[in-house]
């Protein structure tokens, strides 16, 4: 759902309730009235975008931790094996213009697409198995400087990926190049034209 829907959908339940509770409000000229619908919108938006930030901060902090912190938290060694020296960092995340309820994220490992706003669903790429990348922009869209960035991958559940009318999406495609670079000179992998 779209900013623009959701404030269309805020505006008619507004007004809803207020006719169903039976107050008048006349004192307030219409444009004005309409001026604190939107701001209702507005302050429901910050307030789904703070729960959305406050719900990925947690996953985030367990994504950065240290592996002498993963060491210290872990109980039973033969449950997780720890990989020395592998830490996963968020270099970048974003989410689709004028979109809420869709996150997309760029480590040092993976590319991930978080969807939901109070349940969560995951899909990831490890940035190991992207073969290329894309980017795809209509004319408005460059005029907005957002676009399509899609990753083709080896991912059999995922074999292309899209990142939806995300901004600026050159600069990201150019983050997740370098990144899956990095990751595969980490993993010894070199690249190889397959014919």
């Not at 039976?22 to 307030?28: N, S």
Request: net charge negative; no cysteine.
């Amino acid at each position: 759902m779209n900013e623009q829907t959701v404030r269309q959908v805020v505006t008619a339940r507004f007004y809803e309730s207020l006719a169903q509770s039976g107050v008048e409000v006349t004192a307030i000229p219409q444009p004005q009235m309409q001026a604190i619908v939107n701001a209702l919108a507005d302050g429901l938006f910050a307030a789904l975008d703070a729960m959305e930030t406050e719900a990925d901060h947690p996953f985030a902090a367990s994504v950065t931790r240290s592996d002498s912190d993963a060491d210290a938290h872990a109980t039973d060694t033969s449950a997780s094996i720890p990989d020395p020296g592998e830490t996963e960092e968020l270099l970048w995340s974003g989410r689709p213009y004028l979109s809420i309820g869709v996150r997309y994220e760029l480590t040092t490992q993976r590319v991930r697409l978080i969807r939901g706003l109070l349940g969560r669903s995951y899909h990831e790429i490890e940035l190991v198995r992207v073969r290329d990348t894309s980017v795809t922009q209509h004319l408005g869209e460059r005029a907005l400087n957002v676009g399509d960035v899609t990753i083709t991958s080896t991912d059999q559940s995922h074999p292309q990926f899209t990142l939806h009318n995300i901004k600026n999406p050159m600069d990201v495609r150019e983050l997740i190049r370098k990144a899956t670079n990095q990751e595969k000179q980490r993993h010894g992998l070199h690249y190889r034209e397959e014919l």
